[in-house]
Structure formats: structure tokens, C-alpha cells
């Protein structure tokens, strides 16, 4: 099966620092991946220049065989790739439900000053369907600002949902979280899994080998190893610089 997202020398340099180092990558479609390595590895600029944050300053990021390298945000949001933050990026004083229609109708109609949201039954039955899948059906009326860190968390991944992406990147998705909420997040990107392509950073290496079929180890922005989670747990080099055992 041919790679839903593939990198060939992506390369990203601040001044003298080069953040990325000529990374070729790729993950297969209903992938669950997870990409580790200490502060300062390159991750969240990797994930930044998948999702148009960055623009690269080398190499290729091809998305179903077509380089997405450079564009902004919200083409890339269009094409099919979403992401939640490692800093919970949510409207809190707007409703559970309002955050998830806001970002429904942002993939499936064009704006109008002149249509009121209600008026896009589609919308509201699909935000719905998100806060079902995300268990929070149940608060949809709630505003943002009064639900649990766990669950804005993942009010942030239903918000990612709704933009109804084919690769969602998960940025710390269980970061904060108590025991019982990480169990419940979990469990969640297992659930939606079954649909999407899926890829993690995540510094919880519990979280990590639990849930990801491969792992990505970065190092100085160089590709250190990949492999399953049992390879990565026994790879010589990954303990030396990274799990310290």
C-alpha cells in the first residue's frame, strides 16, 4: 500500500541551526505512528511543517503523491491533514457543540455573513456525530471553558475530527491528563483509529507503546531508528541517547 504521507530531505535551518536534517519519512494509511525523542529533537517542527506552520526550507512533504511543501495552513486543513496543539487550542467561551460546528462548516461550506449556522442542518447533525464519537455528547451546551482539562483535550481532537481529515496529528494529546484520563484518551485514539491515519508526539512512553504500530525516534533532527515499539524498546542506540536504560 503506497505511503498517505511521505517526506524526502525535508530540511528546516533557523540561521545556523538546522532543526531538520534531510528527514525522509513516511506512514502507511490506518497507521497508528508515534514520533518520540528528547526536547529539542525537531518534532513539533516536523509536525509544523506538515500542517503549514513552517515552510521547509528543503525537500519534499507529499500527501497522496502530491507535495504540499509550503502551504499554508488552511489548504493543508482542506487536503485532508489535521492536528490538535500541545497547548489546548479551543474557543472557551463558545460551546462544546459550537467548536465542533465552527470547524465542520469550515470544511464543508464557504462562509456566509448572511446565513445564520442553523440554517446548516448537515453541520449540526455532523458536529454531533463528533461529540458522540469523542464522548461528549452529553456536554454540547456546556461552554468549552467549564469542561475538565481532559475533556477539552479532547474537544481539541473532536475539533481536529470535524474537519473530516484523512492523517490526524496528535501533539502531546494526553499532556496534563490524570491516570484515568489518559486511559479514556487512549482508548479514544483507538476508537477513531479505525478510520483515520494517525500521528503522535507524545513524551508518555506508556502512551507511546501502547497505542503506536511503529515509532519514529528523532535526535538532533536526524531519523535515530524506527520500529515497532518491541525494536525501539531494545534498539542500543535509542537506549543510549533517549530512554536511558
Not at 499554508?72 to 459550537?98: D, F, H, M
Not at 485514539?189 to 501502547?210: F, G, N, P, S, Y
Not at 525516534?217 to 518491541?230: K, M, S, W
Request: aromatic letters at 4%; a negative charge.
Amino acid at each position: 500500500m503506497a505511503p498517505v504521507l511521505r517526506t524526502e530531505g525535508l530540511t528546516v535551518r533557523f540561521g545556523g541551526l538546522t532543526a531538520l536534517d534531510s528527514v525522509d519519512f513516511e506512514i502507511r494509511r490506518g497507521e497508528i505512528r508515534a514520533i518520540i525523542g528528547p526536547n529539542g529533537a525537531g518534532k513539533s517542527t516536523f509536525f509544523n511543517c506538515l500542517t503549514g506552520v513552517l515552510r521547509p526550507t528543503a525537500g519534499r512533504i507529499l500527501f497522496n503523491g502530491e507535495n504540499i511543501a509550503g502551504l499554508p495552513s488552511n489548504l493543508i486543513s482542506q487536503k485532508g491533514i489535521a492536528r490538535s496543539y500541545q497547548i489546548t487550542n479551543i474557543l472557551p467561551n463558545a460551546t462544546t457543540l459550537e467548536n465542533v460546528r465552527i470547524a465542520a462548516q469550515s470544511r464543508r461550506h464557504s462562509w456566509s455573513m448572511l446565513r445564520h449556522h442553523s440554517a446548516y442542518l448537515d453541520i449540526i447533525e455532523k458536529a454531533e456525530a463528533v461529540l458522540e464519537a469523542v464522548g461528549l455528547r452529553a456536554k454540547a451546551d456546556e461552554l468549552a471553558a467549564n469542561l475538565s482539562h481532559g475533556e477539552q483535550r479532547n474537544l481539541e481532537i473532536g475539533i481536529a475530527l470535524a474537519t473530516e481529515p484523512e492523517l490526524l496529528c496528535l501533539d502531546e494529546p494526553t499532556a496534563g491528563m490524570s491516570a484515568a484520563e489518559t486511559h479514556d484518551t487512549m482508548e479514544l485514539v483507538r476508537r477513531i483509529a479505525k478510520d483515520l491515519t494517525i500521528l503522535i508526539v507524545e513524551h508518555d512512553m506508556q502512551v507511546v507503546m501502547a497505542l503506536a504500530q511503529r515509532i519514529t525516534v528523532l535526535h538532533y533532527g536526524d531519523v535515530l531508528a524506527e520500529g515497532t515499539p518491541a525494536e525501539i524498546q531494545r534498539n542500543p542506540r535509542v537506549l543510549e541517547v533517549y530512554l536511558k536504560t
